[in-house]
């Protein structure tokens, strides 16, 4: 999908663990056009250029639908190539949120392109084991493979600074999860003036700067995923609230395994990331009230915030670097090419 974050996580990083051609594209086949990728020669030299789709045994597509996409693969699977469907969001719980800004997009005409394309290719790849199970109708070969990070581009050093700054980062359709816990980040930063707000993506800091103004609460807006590590230096503390509903279910753990790749100690919803444990390798938090009462612990302790930051940073570098998590992903390519499928696998 372009050169959007997506394709960075869920396309080029396996792709470039298992030395893999990978590719971002834009448009429609048979228009589609280069956006971005690395795709290696007769050679082997790696070249900026698009590939010859009908030479490669199996291809991972990202969620393109729509009846051209179809005639693609169509004619792929006709040349004998293994195509499959890659999808990291519960696509079917987008229309229904308001707080999304793509939500009008995902109308049933598109979902229903989704649902053809899941059935047309020859396997499916989820990033949890909930959109795994609720895409399986669709297509019975599924798999679960969990993100993975390249934790070499954060070894980078948080600045000293005689502030605690609470932080939160991500995208669309966040708002109503987050609201309760900004309401009590806004209540302890009236009583502690060296506590700040900062948010990079969406600018939920620009609600608070009316009150606290701009030097206590700064809206970093969307930055580049090569800006993205850095930016996040700036947060001594991660929010990754969550909410109810299909679309959180399906949500992966990303935003806890970036803070902890920087060894920043976050507080989590636990129903969003139940690998979080709490107090060794971050906080959880099921309501406002106990999400206040380990913000503030966290405040308060410089130690706490370290010892538990070191915890899941370590924890990140071990279990969810790329290159151990894309053995996930080798296993489903052959298994795919094998011919037997294995139904309903999660993958580790």
């Known amino acids: 999908m372009g050169q959007t974050p997506v394709a960075y996580y869920r396309c080029m990083l396996p792709a470039m663990a298992l030395g893999a051609d990978w590719v971002g594209v834009g448009n429609e086949p048979p228009h589609i056009v280069w956006a971005t990728g690395l795709v290696k020669d007769e050679t082997g030299e790696p070249r900026s250029v698009m ?54 997009h995902f109308n049933k005409s ?70 309760p816990w900004f309401q009590t980040v806004a209540q302890i930063m009236r009583m502690r003036e060296n506590v700040n707000f900062i948010s990079i993506g969406q600018d939920f800091a620009r609600g608070f700067q009316q009150h606290f103004g701009e030097q206590r609460a700064i809206a970093v ?38 803070a902890g790749a920087l060894g920043i100690p976050a507080i989590c919803n636990p129903q969003v990331y139940p690998e979080v444990e709490d107090g060794n390798t971050g906080f959880t938090a099921e309501n406002p009230m106990e999400f206040g009462e380990k913000l503030i612990a966290l405040l308060d302790s410089t130690e706490l915030r370290t010892v538990v930051g070191e915890n899941v940073r370590r924890h990140v570098r071990e279990k969810r670097d790329i290159k151990v998590m894309a053995k996930q ?11 037997s499928p294995t139904r309903k696998r999660k993958r580790k």
């Open 329 to 339: 992903w080798l296993d489903v390519f052959e298994d795919v090419m094998s011919d």
């Open 110 to 179: 598109l979902l229903w392109d989704v649902e053809q394309m899941m059935k047309r290719c020859d396997a499916l790849i989820a990033s949890t084991e909930w959109i795994r199970g609720n895409y399986s109708h669709f297509q019975r070969r599924s798999y679960v493979c969990r993100n993975g990070l390249d934790v070499r581009r954060y070894e980078l050093t948080k600045p000293q600074r005689e502030s605690v700054n609470i932080g939160w980062a991500g995208a669309t359709g966040h708002l109503k999860a987050a609201i």
């Open 221 to 258: 807006p969307w930055a580049a995923i090569e800006q993205y590590p850095a930016a996040m230096t700036m947060f001594d503390i991660a929010l990754a609230p969550g909410g109810v509903g299909g679309w959180w279910r399906g949500k992966s753990d990303l935003r806890w395994l970036e």
């Open 51 to 104: 590939p010859d789709f009908s030479r490669y045994k199996l291809i991972v597509l990202q969620q393109f639908a729509s009846k051209s996409w179809r005639e693609f693969v169509e004619k792929l699977r006709e040349s004998g190539v293994k195509v499959v469907f890659e999808v990291d969001d519960y696509l079917h719980g987008i229309m229904h949120r308001d707080d999304h800004d793509f939500s009008s």
